[in-house]
């Protein structure tokens, strides 16, 4: 593989107009399918075969009606003495209802003084508005015609605020993405003191965003993709395009300083350390499209969309890398190339400093691992709902409103779906349930076969209660009941997802020791690499639990509210931060690897290793850290978890766990860590990642004066 993308890296530099214009071109295609063929994005969440998708197939079969149709709230308040039943706010209140029938695309709205969705205390009330389309085709002028119908009430001094998918905006910040950039940007021209360098991972990094996004958007035309999507492949997309061109372009320098033409080092630099990024980007690759073994369709659909997005990266820092160096020339050193070979470089001390204290260094490090994953013992998952919303937003004072009129469980009505004959006896079951605050009577469908009761639970949608109450209401044992609605929906795909998230972490730990052990040549490498992933997803976790669960220093976050973490949140995490750890562990351990096996101590050998790699890998880790932090600033409570857990993993993998015990470790095991049966060694294949054979021909073709031709 490394002559192969030797020859590329040549071919790229030599050829950089034609390598150049192909990437315009298919910028350009990309950007012409993404303007005729998307389509809308999604903030549902479904999964096939669950009790409650197949109750809402059975409420759409025996009742009618699309069981995907897009409905909204539309909440009514007033303060002080007024009430809803004034004769001045009921007429603007019944005024708007009339409106809002008239909208488009809306097909009922249950009026609130027929419906009898009005508080006790008279000053809250809501009217539901149903459509006749599923929500990816409401248009923004469907959603402001129904803001506009909605708001005519003010006019009496009635309060509107609004609920539901149809009032939720896809727009979306760019201000996360620019401020990792931009820190990004500052610790490239420190670590390379040339803007030249500095901006070619940012240029090539954004291309690859790019087309990434535009196929998104291609994707969007034909596929049911969650409004996330981007927002994830966005934040992978920049922070392993910029690290992996780093590598290339980190190389590349070290060859024109030895003393070799561009073309020569482009071709090393694509040959060495563009075989690790092939590596590192297929790590992640394989990680987020292993995301599919879950079944669960609008993961898969994500994965699948980021992992395309890191391909692209990879293919990117292979091909146009080179062909911008051969642009940049020599520009890409500093003005004021000093050497001083009496200075010796940060990760050769940091490294003799831990192997002087590895056992000081080991302790504490694990120790300081363990207090901050220690909150993660109290892990609770939920999807999000409108509690946590942003504290201005509509959608979290309407749910605010609706909790304080009419009780936290009228945001979760549960759909409790069975057979007329019973519907009655269900009733009286139910009702005498535990966090049970009402039931209605029957509805019984037009066949006379089929009834359907609502629930409201006493406890908030996401609480352990109402859970347990959907769990109690389907052990009743009540022939042929089944329990719906987006409460029941929510609850059923947490527990998917948690269900999924053994097998998945298996196959995670079973991939990376794989891989470890063909590169390293050794079974106690990939062990210890493994435990350290471990340990970095232990502490990410015990991070968000501390912060978003629990809500302490949420402020300094900007974090507005606090509940259960995303129950997508520890699969992502997972696959993510596995595929960026083996990254570090390559570029840091296969040095001292090839140290080691030239006859070096294991001591020097990991010496070695840290010292030609620490200065990489902290600057790679900032600008990840950059990049997943800047996110935390989106309003979407997906992604500002997200951001916050992989730039914290990150942080804790690099520093602590890869640079700081890595080397305690190795240093305690000595030669031990090195060890592999004989006859293992005999069957696994020779996996050149750091390109040593092609360092060897091409040194043999430099002694015989001949040009190599590999």
């Known amino acids: 593989m490394a002559t192969l993308l030797y020859r590329l890296g040549r071919f790229s530099f030599r050829q950089r107009r034609l390598t150049l214009a192909v ?95 009005i508080s006790q205390d008279l000053q809250t009330a809501y009217a539901t508005v149903t459509y006749a389309v599923p929500a990816a085709d409401i248009t923004v002028a469907d959603r402001e015609a129904l803001l506009a119908a909605g708001d005519s009430a003010e006019t009496a001094g009635v309060a509107i605020e609004y609920s539901g998918e149809v009032t939720q905006t896809a727009e979306q910040s760019h201000l996360a993405e620019g401020i990792g950039i931009a820190v990004a940007a500052l610790v490239l021209i420190i670590t390379f003191g040339s803007l030249v360098a500095a901006g070619l991972p940012l240029l090539t990094a954004l291309i690859g965003v790019g087309i990434g996004m535009l196929g998104i958007q291609v994707a969007t035309g034909f596929f049911d993709l969650s409004s996330s999507t981007s927002a994830l492949a966005t934040m992978l997309g920049l922070a392993v395009g910029i690290d992996y061109a780093l590598f290339v372009v980190s190389r590349y320098r070290h060859e024109l300083a030895a003393g070799r033409d561009g073309e020569e080092a482009a071709g090393r630099a694509v040959g060495t350390a563009g075989s690790a990024v092939v590596f590192a980007g297929l790590t992640v690759i394989i990680a987020l499209a292993a995301l599919s073994v879950t079944g669960i369709p609008f993961l898969t659909a994500m994965g699948v969309a980021a992992a395309g997005t890191v391909a692209v990266a990879v293919v990117i820092t292979l091909s146009l890398v080179p062909a911008l160096l051969g642009f940049a020339g020599r520009r890409v050193l500093p003005k004021r190339h000093r050497r001083s070979s009496a200075k010796v470089p940060f990760g050769e001390r940091w490294a003799r400093g831990v192997l002087r204290h590895r056992w000081a260094a080991l302790l504490i490090s694990l120790g300081l691992i363990a207090v901050v994953a220690l909150p993660a013992t109290e892990l609770r998952l939920a999807l999000p709902d409108d509690s946590t919303a942003a504290v201005e937003s509509t959608q979290r004072k309407a749910y605010d409103q609706l909790a304080e009129g009419f009780g936290a469980g009228s945001n979760g009505p549960l759909v409790v779906v069975l057979p007329a004959a019973g519907a009655e006896q269900a009733q009286q079951v139910i009702g005498k349930m535990n966090d049970v605050a009402m039931v209605t009577p029957p509805t019984v469908n037009k066949a006379g076969d089929t009834a359907m009761l609502t629930v409201i639970p006493a406890s908030a949608p996401t609480s352990e209660a109402t859970k347990d109450l959907v769990h109690e209401i389907r ?28 097998p998945y972490l298996a196959i995670v730990v079973g991939l990376a020791f794989v891989l470890l052990m063909l590169v390293f040549r050794s079974i106690v490498v990939p062990l210890k690499a493994t435990a350290g992933f471990l340990l970095s997803v232990a502490a990410a976790f015990g991070a968000l639990v501390f912060i978003f669960q629990e809500g302490h220093l949420a402020g300094l976050i900007g974090l507005d509210s606090t509940g259960p973490l995303v129950s997508i949140m520890p699969i992502f995490l997972i696959g993510i931060l596995f595929g960026l750890a083996m990254d570090y562990e390559v570029f840091l351990v296969t040095r001292a690897r090839e140290e080691y096996v030239h006859g070096a101590t294991p001591d020097e050998a990991v010496v070695a290793g840290m010292s030609h790699g620490a200065r990489v890998v902290t600057a790679a880790a900032l600008i990840m850290m950059s990049v ?21 993993g990150v942080a804790v993998d690099a520093f602590l766990v890869r640079m700081t015990i890595v080397p305690a470790v190795m240093s305690l095991l000595g030669r031990s860590a090195w060890w592999l049966p004989r006859w293992l060694d005999r069957m696994l294949p020779n996996v050149d990642v750091e390109g040593e054979q092609l360092t060897k021909q091409l040194a043999a073709a430099e002694r015989e004066r001949v040009p190599a031709d590999v």
Do not use: C, H, Y
């Open 23 to 117: 990437w315009v071109t298919v910028l350009a295609l990309f950007g012409i399918g993404a303007a005729t063929l998307s389509g809308p994005t999604s903030n549902a969440f479904s999964i096939p075969g669950t009790e409650s998708s197949r109750a809402m197939e059975v409420l759409e079969e025996k009742f009618g009606g699309g069981g995907d149709a897009a409905s909204a709230k539309v909440v009514f308040t007033v303060t002080g003495q007024a009430k809803l039943t004034g004769a001045e706010q009921k007429a603007a209140v019944e005024a708007a209802v009339a409106a809002l029938a008239k909208a488009p695309q809306v097909a009922s709205v249950a009026e609130p003084f027929e419906a009898k969705t």
């Open 475 to 502: 052990a009743s044992g009540i022939p042929g009941l089944a329990v719906t609605g987006t409460t029941a929906v929510n609850i059923d795909i947490s527990e998917k997802l948690s269900g999924a998230l053994i």
């Open 628 to 648: 997943f932090a800047g996110f935390i600033l989106a309003d979407d409570t997906i992604i500002k978890m997200l951001g916050f857990g992989l730039a914290f």
